[in-house]
Every structure is written in C-alpha cells, then in structure tokens.
C-alpha cells in the first residue's frame, strides 16, 4: 500500500502562484506520480506526470510554461509548482501514484483562483 498525502491548496487571486505536495509514505518500486485535476461537473483530467527514475516529466497543453512537477526522492514527496494561476486552474487536485500494476490516490486539495 502507498498512502498519499496532498497539501498546499488555498485561495489565490488570478496571475499568483501556490505549491502543492504530494508526500508518499513509501518511494519504493513507484513509477511514476501525476498531478490530476476535477472541476465541478468536468470530468477528472490529467494535468502533469514525472517518472521517478529518470525525472522525465509531462504536462497538459493547457498548463505547459505555467506548472512545474518535481520530486524530491529523499523525502518521497513530488510538488507541483503552480505560476500565472487563472480562474479555469480552478479544481481538486490529487495526487496519483503507479506502483506496479496498483494505482493510488490521494484525498485531494481545493485550487480556489478568482478572478
């Protein structure tokens, strides 16, 4: 079992920035940890992923250049770096890791951005 941890969330006005954490309770054998988003009565959409081995990192089209995912192996956390926040980055962001063929969730943190 890996248990996920997400905080970070908040209240942000359009054009400011938040970080999020994703802190696992365990690193070993995960492949990957992807940063997922659901808005109110939208389905839930994949918004970055980074692969714990090599690094390597994929984002949305829609928040390329404005959100950075990375970890940090010593302490088993992945963060997602939020800038030029807008009021559709709107949603619940969770954290997902694949670890074999086993997915897990975190609980979830609410993005509030006005506009």
């Known amino acids: 079992q890996v248990q996920l941890v997400e905080s970070g969330g908040g209240l942000v006005q359009a054009g400011g920035s938040l970080r999020l954490s994703c802190a696992a309770s365990?690193?070993?054998?995960?492949?990957?940890i992807s940063w997922y988003r659901q808005a109110p009565g939208k389905q839930r959409e994949l918004v970055a992923t980074?692969?714990?081995?090599?690094?390597?990192?994929n984002y949305a089209d829609s928040v390329k250049g404005r959100f950075t995912i990375s970890r940090d192996n010593a302490n088993n956390t992945v963060y997602l770096q939020m800038n030029s926040l807008e009021p559709e980055d709107t949603a619940v962001y969770y954290c997902?890791?694949?670890?074999?063929?086993?997915?897990?969730w975190g609980q979830g943190t609410q993005v509030t951005v006005s506009s």
């Open positions: 997902n890791a694949l670890r074999w063929t086993n997915q897990y």
């Open positions: 365990s690193s070993g054998s995960i492949f990957r």
């Open positions: 980074i692969f714990i081995s090599s690094g390597s990192t």
